[in-house]
Every structure is written in C-alpha cells, then in structure tokens.
C-alpha cells in the first residue's frame, strides 16, 4: 500500500466545497493506482451514439498516442541530456472502485489527517487543522482507485522510462466531485484549452532550444531571423514574432515580411537552405553575416527592380499582389547559392545590384510584374508546378544564368523557348524493345506532326518525356474523343506504349497534352500528330 503525504485544500464555490489534495508520488505508482478511461480508436460510430443517449459514456479520454508515449520514454530514458518531469498531472477519483462487489475487493483511498510530527529536536509539533494529510491509496483485484484526468502521456511514458521512481507533482480531484464533473474537467483542461498562439511558441522554443529549435543548426536559424529584425538593417523591426500585432507592408520589403515570412517562415527557409548542410557549429558562418547579407540582397534586389509598384516581388497593391512562391523561392535559392560560396557573405549592397544586373541575369531588365500572369486562383496541382518552375528558374539565375537560354527571368518563366520530345523505338525479334533504335524528335509548338517511321525504320514504340526546365507536361489525351479520354504509358521514362498494336490497322493518330510553366495561366495545349 502506498502512503502519500499531500496538502489538503477546499475550494468552495456556487454553495458547493470541493476537496482538493495536492503532493508527489512515483510516476510508477500513480501508473500502477490510476485508471485512463480512454476510448478504443476502433469504438463504432453506434455504439460511442448509444453511450451518449443512454448516459453511459464512461471512456471519455482520447486514445493514448504510442508514438508520443514513446517520445517522452526516450527523453526521459536520456540520462546524458537532464530533464525532469516538474509539471504536474490532474486526477480523480474513482468513487466506485472504493464500493465492495460479490467478486472483488474495494480499492483504497483513505486520507487521514497528520496530527503532530518530530522536528528535527524531538519536539512535536502540532499540525492539526493545517491541511497535512497521509492518504492511504492502493489497488485490489484489479481495481484501481485513481483517474487520469490530465496526463496519461506522461504518466504512461514516465512510468516505464529511466526516471520511474522519480516524484511527479500531482493534483487529486475528491470529495464534491461527481463522474460527471471529472470527465467536464477533462474535457475543459484538454479539448477546450487554449493552446499558445503559433509565434509565442515558437519563440519560447527558441528561448529554451526545444522543438524546432533544438539543434545548434535550428538554434543559427532563429539566431539570424532574431538578428535581422533588431539589428540595423532592412528588417529591423519588420518581421512579424507577435501573432496579435500587425506587420508593415510596403514597397521596400514587398513580400519578404508578409504571410509565412514571419519568425517561423524565415527560420524554417534558413535551416532547411543553409544552416542543415553544415556539419559543425564552428565550419557554419556567423548568424550576423547572413542577417546582413539577406538584408543587403533584398535592398539590392528592389533597387535594381525597375518598377516596384507592379513588381510580383515588391508590390503592395491587392489588385496585383506579390507572390508568395516567387520570394520564396529566390530566397530559398540565395541560401543554397551562399552555402557553396560563403566569401559571397561579406557582399556589400552595391556589389549585390552588380551581381544581379551582369548580362546573363539583368535584373534591370526584367519585367517582375510578369504581364502574361492573370489575377486569378491556382489549384493546388497548379502551385505545385509553379514552385516547381520557380525553383529550377532561381537555381540557373544564381548557379548558371547562361542557361537560362538569353532570356529575361520572365520570359523563362512564361515557357518561352521551352519544348519536349517525341522518343520511338523498334522491337526485337523476340518483342523486346531495342533501346539503341532510340531515336528523338524536338516539340516546341503545337500542331506538329511527327513520322516516327521517317527513315524508313519501323519504329512503334513511343514515349513523350524530357522536358525542357521551364516546361511541366501533363498526361496525354486522345484527341478523337470529346471528353478527356487519357492515353496512359506515353509521358513516362521507360518506353512500353506500342502505337501500332494499340492502333491497329491505322497509321496516324491525333492526340494532346498539356504544358505549364510558371503559374496556370501558361498553360498551353499540344495538339500533336504521329504517323508511322
């Protein structure tokens, strides 16, 4: 039997008293007393129903996580990183195991007021009436005389970690409480509470190194953001930690301070770009060197923007808002440009508007507003391209402008000077396809019609695939048909689609796709033809 001194309180409220103790006890025995009245994830819909109606819900708590479980037994199992366990956990109890049945015994739960005790003299001192409480508790037959009302996680992970023996702090909800009142409690300290706002977290997790912020690489991340909006520089004062206090929006910053590019978007773009890839604390630059270098290549950026106010990047009008994807992803592709070449981070801003207007980049020169984008919603498929083309598009402008074909950043980006090609191949005796009949023809434009038997070889076997990085090609449809009709196997890396035995006894056959560059609305469709 456990014998556990508590502090005993009243709480007395709407004509009611509610007994209350408080004290420490053994995660391994609050496990071994308590009961979690959880539901089972496997419970019919009918029966939780029934529960309900007929007053019977007696699993209220939801299922226990394992993976979350098992967390808090490995950090608290980690005896060379120190944490304890000082929060404490909510119980109650449960009257009815403390009744006798014909089958078992009743549990235990039997405060008993502490009198007197010895100090260290011998004298006694008299305690009586001062809320010092024994509080026999143990379990019979299986029955248990605790609940679980705040705490499973931790009791259950606590309880067969390393530190099972050490004392959790705990808080016993007893005399004026019905079952009906600790499953409420349950529900207002659980369901109904109200976590902390997203920033708040996250910048007490930086503070305390814990979450997303644990590792020195995350710990340099939240570093260099907190550095770029105290310190002089483009963003002082202008990256938004406050959930509750709005952010400036102006042409200077455009959308390099708005929506995800708070403390938690900046730091994420920042690990995930730069810091991750360093192996040492001591191989990784200073987080002041690259605050003040992304604060010096934004300003470079908008000086050398011909026009701001129209800018995808700067602008502040709704009409014509900045995009999101796009100052995400050249930001994301400055990272990765200045973790290969870090002597970059001693750039002053001048040398900046220099590096972003040699021939190959001319920034100068580029139309940000990008004129063929309408104002209109991407799906998700859509976004998904478009970060996609912006991505590939900021990687060559850093790392290899020359690729970017003497285009302008916009031109690029619509899809101009894109193409894919038309791959046909014989077969073998044997009906195998002889991949060194490959030969190739360049799609750039629709309406092109295709002999894939020109030289006299019989090749029928085709694919569409290679697409030049500024194009994305969808799935080929059936050009005969009305409706959609899909043709599957032909924009794939492994040859397989036969033309001549899926078309039998026809020698030309008209079909379609889609291509997309950077946002739906370049989208285009290929209407191609193959003979053979």
Partial sequence: ??????????????????????????????????????????????????????????????????????????????????????????????????????????????????????????????????????????SNDGRKPLIVLDGQHRITGMAQS?????????????????????????????????????????????????????????????????????????FKGEIKFNDTVSINHDENRGGFNQGKFTLIGWSNIIYNNFYKSFNTAATAPEPSHLANTISNFVIALNAVDKNTKKSKFFTTSNSNKYHATLCTSIIQELLKFLRKNTPLLANTIEQWEAFLQVPHRQWNNVHTDLPYVLPIGQSAGDLKTSAKIADKCF????????????????????????????????????????????????????????????????????????????????????ADFVDETPIPGINVKKPKFDIAAEYRGKTEKKMYLSRQSYHSSSKKRIDITINW
């Avoid at 340099?220 to 909006?229: A, D, E, I, P, Q």
Wanted: aromatic share 10%; with cysteine.
């Fill in 162 to 234: 390393k530190q099972k023996n050490q004392p959790v702090p705990f808080v016993i909800c007893h005399e004026g409480f019905s079952d009906n009142d600790l499953a409420e409690i349950f529900t207002h300290v659980t369901t109904e509470a109200t976590p902390m706002n997203e920033l708040h977290k996250a910048w007490m997790q930086y503070s305390f190194k814990l979450g997303k912020f644990k590792s020195w690489q995350q710990q340099k991340s939240g570093k260099t953001v907190v550095l770029m909006c105290t310190e002089s520089g483009h």
């Fill in 1 to 138: 039997m456990a014998v556990v001194p508590c502090i005993r309180s009243v709480i007395k409220h709407g004509g009611k008293e509610f007994v209350l103790y408080s004290g420490f006890m053994e995660s391994k025995n609050i496990f071994r007393l308590s009961t979690i009245p959880k539901f089972q994830m496997t419970k019919p819909h009918l029966k939780i129903a029934e529960d309900l109606r007929d007053g019977k819900l007696t699993e209220w708590q939801r299922p226990l996580l394992e993976k979350k479980v098992k967390d808090i037994i490995k950090l608290y199992s980690n005896l060379s990183d120190v944490k304890i366990m000082p929060n404490g956990v909510l119980l109650g109890v449960d009257t009815s195991s403390l009744q006798p049945t014909p089958n078992s015994n009743p549990a235990v739960f039997d405060p008993k007021n502490i009198v007197s005790e010895k100090n260290p003299t011998g004298e006694r001192k008299i305690l009586e009436g001062k809320g010092f409480y024994n509080i026999e508790i143990e």
């Fill in 395 to 478: 990687e060559l402008f850093f790392n290899n402008p020359k690729k970017l074909s003497s285009m302008r950043v916009h031109q690029w980006l619509k899809g101009d000077s894109g193409h894919f090609y038309v791959y046909a191949y014989q077969k073998k005796a044997n009906g195998n396809i002889d991949l060194t009949s490959e030969k190739r023809w360049n799609i750039t434009a629709t309406n092109q019609t295709v002999d894939i038997t020109d030289d006299g070889k019989m090749r029928t076997v085709i694919r569409f695939g290679s697409p030049s990085d500024n194009w994305v090609i969808a799935r080929v449809h059936d």
